[in-house]
């Protein structure tokens, strides 16, 4: 964070003179007049907001309350002539501006209430952002109680629904079909089985006050080829989806847990398409070895993120879906893979489309280091 500090005043030479006294103590930004300072606030990030009174068209009293309204953390500062002084005051008591300054200023009085000012700025930033993070721990919490309490119900009706699925699978191989279709028939199967074991296994975790999961030797494209089955419909109702999987060698992790990631990063490129624009939508998976890393990539066609939520994505509960979503995918994705030793990151172009990658270390790298 390296906030900026804004002086605005029509008299080039007082911004000359500003600057260079200034130079190299604070990171600085000037301005000619409060239209040009408006724009420049939407453009970067700015801590503190210094303004002479006395200027053509806005003053820097108009310009404090435009800029109190649009950008309430700015900490606004006034540099004012004596015979102005009970504007500046009535002003101050009004809370349109934190504090005033008589001209000519000392430079170094300046200096250092510029200097706090922007502490100041950056001390109540941190302050909010650590609230908001405090939050989304609480609610986290909150939704684990439930969710624990939920998946304690759960657990017993899945087990009976798996238990049906295996009895399915031995009466079918003892009826005379005709072998594509018990094939098809037992591959459905197979699936549905192992969709309602990865249920019963988050139910489990959920129960349980750690994070262990049951970890095994698994297929990675396999896995994957599994989440794309799993959500295949969705993708095709709004566009194509494109294969790239390479064979890749195989890592210790919960099969459900990598399988919740792909999942995820899936529905999060479906729904990224616009429906309007389905002949040309495409979502594409690709899979393979990189040097020490096993890549994995998910990308769509869709709308891209814009640049000022970018940051958030991987926040707990941040989301911006209209139809609501509980905001937990990509942060619970994240929290996965780097469990795993891995990283994800994300690419994105506002109108051309959005690509995430997963980067997992391969094993006998892992081994190597260790």
Aim: charged share 25%; glycine share 6%; net charge negative.
């Amino acid at each position: 964070m390296n906030p900026y500090v804004l002086y605005v005043d029509d008299d080039s030479a007082n911004l000359v003179v500003f600057q260079s006294g200034l130079s190299g103590a604070l990171p600085i930004l000037t301005a000619t007049s409060g239209e040009e300072a408006l724009a420049l606030l939407k453009q970067h990030e700015v801590a503190v907001l210094l303004a002479d009174q006395r200027m053509p068209g806005m003053t820097g009293v108009q310009l404090m309350e435009k800029v109190r309204a649009e950008h309430p953390d700015v900490v606004r500062l006034l540099i004012t002539a004596y015979s102005d002084l009970e504007a500046s005051i009535d002003a101050i008591n009004k809370g349109k501006v934190d504090a005033y300054f008589k001209k000519p200023w000392e430079p170094a009085e300046l200096t250092l209430a510029l200097t706090q000012a922007r502490d100041r700025y950056i001390a109540t930033k941190w302050t909010r952002e650590l609230e908001r993070r405090l939050v989304a721990t609480e609610r986290t919490y909150a939704l684990g109680v439930v969710a624990a309490g939920i998946a304690h119900e759960l657990r017993n009706p899945l087990t009976s629904v798996s238990l049906c699925l295996q009895l399915a699978r031995q009466l079918l191989k003892e009826k005379p079909f005709e072998d594509e279709q018990r094939q098809a028939a037992d591959r459905n199967l197979v699936d549905a089985t192992r969709a309602v074991e990865a249920i019963i296994e988050i139910t489990a975790a959920m129960e349980l006050s750690t994070r262990q999961r049951e970890v095994a030797s698994i297929d990675l494209k396999e896995t994957v080829e599994l989440a794309i089955r799993s959500v295949l419909g969705e993708v095709k109702a709004r566009g194509r989806l494109v294969k790239e999987l390479s064979e890749v060698p195989r890592i210790r992790a919960s099969r459900t847990q990598v399988g919740q990631v792909v999942l995820n990063l899936l529905i999060n490129a479906a729904q990224a398409l616009d429906e309007a624009r389905r002949s040309t939508n495409v979502v594409k998976v690709s899979l393979k070895q990189e040097g020490p890393s096993i890549v994995l990539k998910v990308s769509d066609t869709g709308a891209g993120i814009p640049e000022e939520v970018l940051g958030r994505i991987f926040d707990p509960f941040f989301t911006t879906k209209q139809d609501g979503g509980t905001g937990l995918g990509l942060a619970i994705s994240r929290q996965i893979v780097n469990e795993l030793g891995g990283a994800i990151d994300v690419d994105t172009v506002p109108g051309q489309g959005t690509t995430f990658r997963v980067r997992l270390p391969v094993p006998e790298v892992v081994e190597r280091k260790q």
